[in-house]
Nanobody, 114 residues
């Protein structure tokens, strides 16, 4: 059974940082490309970042390039999203996503506000 469990969300001031983590289980993580998405009320989920199974290749939404970094630890079955220079418009629920099979985590709320 595929499980994706996000953690690390919270309230942060503009300009601050947060690190999200996604713990994966129930599948062969080291061969799975992974993504982070985010969603705000009334809007579709949008792709934030994507990472290949080996971690060599990454892609980012234009809105987060230079501020967010996706990484993975295949030994510990985790994928992370380091978010720096956060802006109020980064406020959203962030989801971990397994690309091949379309599995989602439950999401973690990130709120950027002073």
């Amino acid at each position: 059974q595929v499980q994706l469990v996000e953690s690390g969300g919270g309230l942060v001031q503009p300009g601050g940082s947060l690190r999200l983590s996604c713990a994966a289980s129930g599948f062969t993580f080291s061969t799975s490309a992974m993504s982070w998405y985010r969603q705000t009320p009334g809007k579709q989920r949008e792709l934030v970042a994507r990472i290949s199974s080996t971690g060599v290749n990454t892609n980012y939404a234009d809105s987060v390039k230079g501020r967010f970094t996706i990484s993975r630890d295949n030994a510990n079955n985790t994928v992370s999203l380091q978010m720096n220079s956060l802006k109020p418009e980064d406020t959203a629920v962030y989801y971990c996503y397994r690309i091949r099979t379309g599995n989602w985590g439950q999401g973690t709320q990130v709120t950027v506000s002073s």
